[in-house]
């Protein structure tokens, strides 16, 4: 038999479809990680031995945290079906976790913008044949034109704006679930109390 009732049960029940959720998002984060690592735009603009790392160092920590949310979405619902004090502790504990990893990845991205944008020379030519900004005829050592450090700064900042939306709505869902999980967890030690 259950041993919370009444509106807690619909809090467990909750937790459950949250938890589902929250593996979903899991999903999406790592897919999105996945994506930027592996897009062919990205990868030939970002390949050269002197390209900046920083961008995809965020995204490295963007694919652990979603397979880590994908993990511990599974435990949670475990937890919140079998009602286990335990498991939701640990739970809340993994949420935090993840949520202090996902801010960490935001603010490392939005803090080191500046450095990927600023390339070095033998990276803006793979960037002008890549972007195709600029007329075949212009050299790199001519300077770049206007259009290209626009271009350059617009591919950067939609991939970094990507993973700030996905963190942001992803930070959301986590608060929701940290609160349903110590409401739940309450519940239950209150009723083995009554018992």
């Known amino acids: ?7 807690m049960k619909c809090v467990k029940y909750l937790l459950f479809v949250f938890n589902f959720i929250f593996w979903l998002s899991g999903s999406l984060v790592l897919a999105v990680g996945l994506w930027l690592r592996f897009d062919p735009e990205t990868v030939s603009l970002l390949a050269e031995n002197d390209a900046p790392e920083h961008f995809f160092i965020a995204v490295y920590i963007l694919i652990g ?3 880590v949310m994908m993990l511990v979405g599974f435990f949670g619902c475990f937890g ?3 009602e286990s004090q335990c498991l939701l502790g640990l739970f809340f504990a993994c949420l935090l976790i993840i949520f202090g990893a996902e801010v960490a990845a935001g ?3 939005f803090l080191n913008k500046d ?8 990276d803006i030519s793979v960037l002008l044949s890549q972007l195709e900004c600029c007329e075949p005829e212009s050299s790199p050592s001519s300077g770049l ?15 970094l704006f990507i993973i700030g ?12 679930g940290m609160i349903f999980s110590m409401v739940l967890c309450c519940a239950i030690r209150n009723s083995r109390e009554v018992i």
């Open 1 to 7: 038999m259950s041993k919370v009732q009444g509106g």
């Open 80 to 82: 919140a079906m079998r």
């Open 115 to 122: 450095k990927v944008l600023s390339t070095s020379s033998s």
């Open 145 to 159: 034109c206007t259009v290209c450090n626009e271009a350059i700064e617009k591919f950067f900042n939609e991939k």
């Open 65 to 67: 945290a979603g397979g």
């Open 107 to 109: 603010v490392f991205g």
């Open 165 to 176: 939306y996905v963190g942001i709505g992803i930070a959301g869902i986590m608060i929701i």
